[in-house]
């Protein structure tokens, strides 16, 4: 059993397994780039056909962050990240609570930043002068003794050594996020027509039906176009309603979405819900106009025996704009049809009715929101994430351990001591900084 324990263990606090595994989740990452996610089944059936869809679906590629092999992939990273990190920290946490105060003098020669400087009167003096500088142009040294001198050591940086680690728990901590949105959150949709609420929403992918713990209205909705019929802007008055009582209002666009209660409500799309009344223009062979309106289906006398009916409504036929489909009877039967189009009301110029011509005006259209209903209970867990990340990589890339080590030895005769300094790295703007700290202690100390 302490076999498989072991083999485990050792699986899970290997390098080359974090690096597969970022290297599968980068790779994830892009594909969900390239395929659009949570689209529905037939927009994919359309634009891959049958069976490259239903190979992709098979594996999940149209919803793959909520998918089990997704899913798996975290959790794995997890675990590796938090079992390299737990056999890597205990060795950092001993470095950071006993540094090396001291070090073979053989050390301090071998070292590239390094010098000798010699001195005039006593040990002691020399050590509290160097004490006091040190403390005035860098910081206040640790001394230590040894059986050739004393030694006066000086650290900086050393909380670097751990911006790894930081950036380890950041990525820890997001994709904990990551998971509990896929577990516990969801991505729906609802359409509303304008005062109409409801409290159930259905999941993009698989059209699951989610209860929500309070009812969504829509108040009113507005969409805006441009001339040449592209929306220029679509806004909805939602009220959030508890147990009927009115808790929440907004009006919501593209990027304006209504939160409330960790839900999300976005202005996603909209939809034509239909066209219930018709203006038609009637003129006579007097070219006296008539304006009437019409709802859909309902008929309109023009003679003793003739009438009229909007059959159909197009907002966009063929490209030609506004369109209804006009049927005219001879008591209830139907004998001829004709196509008017708003914006060329000339199309049937000639055409005439009982001596009347018509010309479609406009119609009074009705269209639903679509909203798009979210949940992520992650989102709290990647921000702070995000900023732990942050710190991480400023404590590891604008931070860097450096330590000097100041030998004075116990040799009377020998009235030198030697200063030497190392770098874990950024070694240029180290060797600056170190030979400015000599340059300040020949100019400040009784040598």
């Known amino acids: 059993m302490d076999k498989i324990i072991d083999k485990i263990w050792r699986f899970f606090s290997s390098v080359k397994l974090a690096i597969v595994l970022i290297l599968i989740i980068i790779a994830t990452a892009i594909i969900g780039t390239v395929v659009q996610q949570g689209l529905p089944d037939e927009l994919y059936m359309k634009h891959y056909g049958m069976t490259v869809f239903h190979i992709m679906n098979a594996f999940d590629l149209f919803d793959m962050y909520h998918s089990w092999w997704f899913e798996l992939l975290l959790m794995m990273f997890i675990v590796n990240v938090i ?123 698989g059209n699951n039906k989610i209860v929500l713990p309070f009812s969504i209205k829509c108040n009113t909705f507005n969409v805006e176009f441009y001339n040449s019929g592209i929306p220029k802007a679509y806004k909805s008055d939602l009220s959030i309603l508890s147990d009927g009582t009115l808790v929440a209002r907004k009006v919501i666009d593209v990027n304006k979405p209504l939160k409330y209660k960790g839900i999300t409500i976005y202005q996603a799309s909209y939809g034509q819900a239909g066209a219930s009344d018709f203006t038609l223009s009637l003129t006579d062979a007097q070219t006296r106009e008539n304006d009437i309106s019409l709802n859909l289906n309902q008929m309109y006398h023009v003679g003793d025996d003739t009438s009229i009916a909007v059959l159909d409504y197009a907002q966009n036929y063929q490209g030609f704009g506004p369109t209804v489909l006009l049927g005219v009877y001879k008591g209830t039967k139907l004998i001829n049809t004709g196509i008017y189009l708003q914006k060329y009301p000339d199309f049937h110029g000639a055409e005439r009715v009982d001596g009347y011509k018509i010309r479609f005006i406009k119609a009074d259209e009705s269209f639903y929101t679509g909203l798009q209903v979210a949940k992520d209970p992650g989102v709290p867990y990647v921000a702070t994430g995000a900023i732990v990340l942050i710190l991480g990589l400023i404590m590891s890339f604008f931070s860097y351990r450096r330590r000097i080590w100041i030998f004075i030895p116990d040799d009377a005769s020998n009235h030198t001591f030697v200063i030497a300094g190392v770098a874990d790295r950024n070694k240029y703007s180290f060797e600056m900084e170190f030979e400015k700290i000599v340059q300040e202690i020949k100019k400040g100390v009784n040598i």
């Open 83 to 205: 079992v390299c990190t737990w056999e890597r920290l205990p060795a950092i946490f001993k470095m950071f609570s006993n540094p090396k105060l001291k070090l073979p003098v053989e050390q301090l020669h071998a070292f590239k930043e390094k010098d000798t400087i010699p001195y005039t009167g006593s040990r002691e003096t020399l050590i509290k002068n160097l004490q006091q500088k040190l403390k005035e142009i860098y910081k206040n040294p640790i001394r230590d003794d040894s059986k050739e001198g004393d030694f006066l050591y000086l650290e900086k940086g050393r909380i670097a050594r751990f911006g790894p680690y930081v950036t380890h728990i950041s990525l820890i901590i997001i994709f904990i996020g990551v998971l509990v949105g896929s577990f516990f959150g969801f991505d729906s949709y609802l359409n509303l027509v304008p005062g109409e609420s409801s409290n159930i929403v259905r999941t993009v992918r």
